[in-house]
């Protein structure tokens, strides 16, 4: 914006683009004001046939965006191609919904765009002479959403290719029904999406609809990653498919007290074995600190199904491993409805200071049904030791004691 009061509001950017919001497309392009500013231009959206007129849009020096939908049964346009490569320089995403065939030259196009980072495919084909080119674009993207879409197969090679050839620079992938019409034998298409997401080392995020789940799917394996909050929502989603037992085991990386309290609820009762490193990144002696534990254990409380539960990492060598306070006054009674639990495993935190009730109750209380198996080194080791000498208490005996006893 400027401060010159004498200059005349049509010559003012922002106001061109309110205005522009109210004009017709044939009244656009034949607007002075928008043809005396396009270098203030840097995102075009057609929504028909783009008409010769607008050629006369190819000095956009900050065009960075364009977005087509060519109508059905049309071909695509040269005056679309020749905006693509009079920009090819500043563009940096592009998207494009056509529903009849290939999409041709666009691909040949896009590799010229030396910026291209973002692509975006809607109802579209992939025919069998664009895929090469089309994979070769992916190579420069860092986003990539596809809508809809059938691919006629994959390069050759592209299963058992080790080099880098089909390695992708993508870290944002959106997979929402696409379909490889003929995947290499015995493959299925399934198996190929799941090997293209491989192929992109550095993805930060997936967003994959497939259209009847993920039913073929037993066993994932995500290394040395990070769950936080939102990766945990999701592979506890109640919709998940289970394993070839019928269960569900869930083995992650680290979490803290705070991430877990303030995200989304847990909701897989179907979960059997859940082995995590679960910091206790708050002051166990505050109330506030256990109120937030509370939280967690009432996390915990929901996955009724639960055999084995570890609390730490196994192979971690620090001295400063601290998970939750395993006492009753911190909120071990959630956990009161974990009926099957068989084992608990806090290894290495040697800050634990479990006393005699709460060991007990570890043992008895929430289940009359299984061996209660403590796999622990804790810091107050003595109670455990006394507990392990006396007979189990009863039942009844948990009963008298006041405490809960679960459904």
């Not at 674009?137 to 809508?147: A, G, N, Q, Y």
């Not at 050759?156 to 080099?163: E, G, I, M, P, R």
């Not at 600190?289 to 196994?314: A, K, N, P, S, Y």
């Not at 198996?373 to 109670?383: E, I, R, S, T």
């Amino acid at each position: 914006m400027t401060g010159d009061i004498k200059l005349n509001p049509l010559e003012i950017p922002e106001i061109i683009s309110l205005v522009g919001d109210f004009l017709g497309q044939d009244d656009i392009i034949n607007w002075r004001a928008l043809q005396n500013n396009k270098e203030h231009i840097e995102e075009l959206h057609f929504f028909i046939r783009l008409s010769e007129d607008y050629r006369s849009l190819k000095d956009c020096s900050r065009l960075k965006r364009v977005s087509y939908q060519i109508p059905t049964h049309s071909s695509i346009s040269n005056d679309l191609l020749e905006l693509i490569k009079t920009h090819r320089t500043t563009i940096t995403h592009f998207s494009v919904m056509y529903e009849y065939s290939g999409l041709g030259e666009i691909w040949e196009v896009l590799l010229e765009c030396t910026n291209l980072r973002i692509l975006e495919i809607n109802s579209s084909n992939i025919i069998e002479e664009e895929v090469d080119l089309f994979f070769r674009v992916c190579k420069k993207l860092r986003r990539l959403e596809i809508h809809t879409v059938t691919v006629s197969h994959l390069p050759a090679n592209f299963l058992s290719d080790d080099t880098d050839t089909f390695v992708f620079p993508i870290v944002k992938l959106i997979v929402d029904n696409i379909q490889i019409l003929n995947p290499p034998y015995p493959h299925t298409s399934s198996y190929c999406l799941g090997m293209w997401t491989r192929r992109c080392p550095g993805l930060a995020s997936l967003l994959f609809y497939p259209p009847q789940g993920l039913t073929d799917l037993r066993l994932l394996h995500a290394h040395n990653c990070e769950f936080g909050q939102l990766s945990m929502r999701e592979l506890l989603a109640e919709e998940q498919e289970v394993l070839e037992d019928g269960y569900i085991r869930l083995k992650g990386s680290r979490a803290t007290v705070k991430e877990i309290t303030c995200g989304a609820e847990w909701a897989s009762t179907g979960l059997i074995h859940l082995a995590i490193d679960l910091e206790a990144d708050v002051n166990q002696e505050t109330t506030e600190g256990m109120e937030m534990q509370r939280v967690v254990f009432r996390q915990i409380g929901r996955l009724t199904r639960l055999r084995i539960l570890e609390l730490t990492d196994w192979f971690s060598q620090s001295e400063k491993i601290k998970t939750l306070d395993l006492r009753l006054r911190a909120g071990l009674d959630e956990l009161v409805d974990l009926k099957s639990l068989l084992n608990l495993f806090f290894l290495r935190d040697k800050h634990q200071q479990m006393q005699l009730e709460d060991a007990t109750w570890i043992l008895v209380v929430p289940s009359f049904q299984y061996q209660r198996l403590l796999g622990c080194a804790v810091g107050n080791g003595l109670a455990i030791m006394e507990l392990l000498e006396r007979p189990l208490p009863s039942s009844h005996h948990a009963q008298e004691a006041g405490w809960p006893v679960g459904h």
